[in-house]
C-alpha cells in the first residue's frame, strides 16, 4: 500500500519537473554557422536536385516511366513489323506468275 | 560581436521585418534569426532530445525561412509559422531516425554490422532546474513513448510554455482539441510512469 503511494507520489513530483524550465539557448555564433552553411552549397540547385532524386519515390518513379516508354518503344516496334509483314504477304499473294495467267502456253 | 548581442524585437515590428526579408533584405533575415534562434532550437530540443540533431534542425528552419517567406501570407503570427515549420522539420528526423533504425534491425537479420549497438544516454534539458535533472530525464524518456500528436501539444505546451490558443494555430485544430490532447498525454504518462517505478522496485 505504501509502495502504491510512494510511486504515485515519485509519478506526480516527475509529472512536475518541468515547472520552472529556462528556454534552451543555441551555442554562441549560430548565425555565422548558418550562413557558412547557406554559402557553402547547402542551397546549391545540383545538391537539392540530387536529394530530391536520391528520394525512393522518386527514383522508383523514374525508372517505371522509364521502363513504361520502354515497353511502349517495343511494343510499337513489334506492331509495326505485324504491318510490315502483313502488308508483304498481302503483296506476295499479288504476285501471280506469268504461267497462272496462261496454263495453255507450253 | 558575439551573435548573441542582437536585441529582442517588438512583435509589431515583425510585419515591417518580414515585409524587407521578402524584398531580399540580410540584415533583416539576421535580426530575425537572432532573435528566434532560441524558439525555434527549444522546440527542436523538446522534440528531437538531442542537442547536435536540434541544431541542425534549427538551421534548416531558418534556410526554409529564407527560401519560402514568400509564402508567409500574414494570416498567423510569424512565431506561430516557425513553430510550425520547426515542429514539421523535427517530426521527418523523428520518422527518419525510425526508418533507420527499422533499416539497421533489418541488415542486422541479415549478418549486416550497421546496427545500433546501444541507446543513445538519457536527454537532460540544459533548462530544467538541478534538483529536478534526473526526474525530467525520466518524463523525457517517457513523452519520447507519446504519440505523436500528444507529445507535440504536450512538448510545446510544457517545454516551450506555448499557450494552447498558439497550439491550436500551430497544429490546426481546435482548443478544445488541444485540451483533450495535453489531458491524454499527461494520462499516458502517468500510467508510462507508474509502470516505470513498479518495474524498478
Known amino acids: 500500500m505504501d509502495a502504491k503511494k510512494d510511486i504515485s507520489l515519485l509519478t506526480d513530483q516527475v509529472l512536475n519537473s518541468l515547472d520552472g524550465i529556462q528556454r534552451a539557448e543555441t551555442q554562441p555564433f549560430f548565425y555565422t554557422r548558418l550562413k557558412a552553411r547557406m554559402e557553402g552549397g547547402e542551397l546549391n540547385e545540383w545538391n537539392k536536385w540530387m536529394s530530391i532524386l536520391s528520394r525512393p519515390v522518386v527514383s522508383l518513379g523514374i525508372l517505371l516511366v522509364f521502363l513504361m516508354i520502354n515497353g511502349y518503344i517495343i511494343f510499337s516496334k513489334m506492331e509495326a513489323e505485324k504491318e510490315v509483314s502483313m502488308a508483304s504477304s498481302d503483296y506476295a499473294a499479288m504476285q501471280v506468275s506469268y504461267l497462272d495467267n496462261n496454263p495453255e502456253l507450253p | ?201
Not at chain 2, 539497421?104 to 538541478?130: K, M, W, Y
Open chain 2, 1 to 201: 560581436m558575439p551573435d548573441s548581442a542582437v536585441k529582442y524585437v517588438p512583435r509589431s515590428d515583425e510585419t515591417d521585418l518580414v515585409a524587407r526579408l521578402k524584398q531580399g533584405d540580410e540584415s533583416a533575415f539576421r535580426l530575425i534569426v537572432e532573435t528566434r534562434k532560441d524558439l525555434v532550437y527549444n522546440t527542436a530540443l523538446g522534440l528531437l532530445q538531442n542537442a547536435g540533431d536540434a541544431e541542425d534542425i534549427t538551421q534548416e528552419v531558418f534556410i526554409k525561412v529564407y527560401e519560402s517567406v514568400h509564402q508567409f501570407k500574414g494570416e498567423s503570427a510569424f512565431s506561430t509559422w516557425l513553430y510550425r515549420i520547426a515542429v514539421t522539420k523535427s517530426l521527418e528526423m523523428i520518422r527518419n531516425r525510425k526508418r533507420k533504425k527499422r533499416f539497421a534491425f533489418i541488415t542486422g537479420l541479415f549478418g549486416e554490422s550497421n546496427e545500433l549497438r546501444h541507446d543513445p544516454p538519457d536527454f537532460v534539458h540544459p533548462g530544467v532546474q538541478l534538483d529536478n535533472r534526473e526526474k525530467a530525464s525520466v518524463l523525457f524518456k517517457a513523452i519520447e513513448k507519446l504519440p505523436e500528436n500528444q507529445r507535440i501539444a504536450f512538448t510545446l505546451h510544457k517545454v516551450e510554455g506555448v499557450p494552447y490558443q498558439e497550439i491550436s494555430e500551430i497544429m490546426k485544430i481546435t482548443v478544445s482539441a488541444v485540451e483533450s490532447l495535453i489531458h491524454r498525454a499527461k494520462a499516458n504518462l502517468r500510467k508510462w510512469l507508474e509502470d516505470f517505478y513498479l518495474n524498478e522496485m
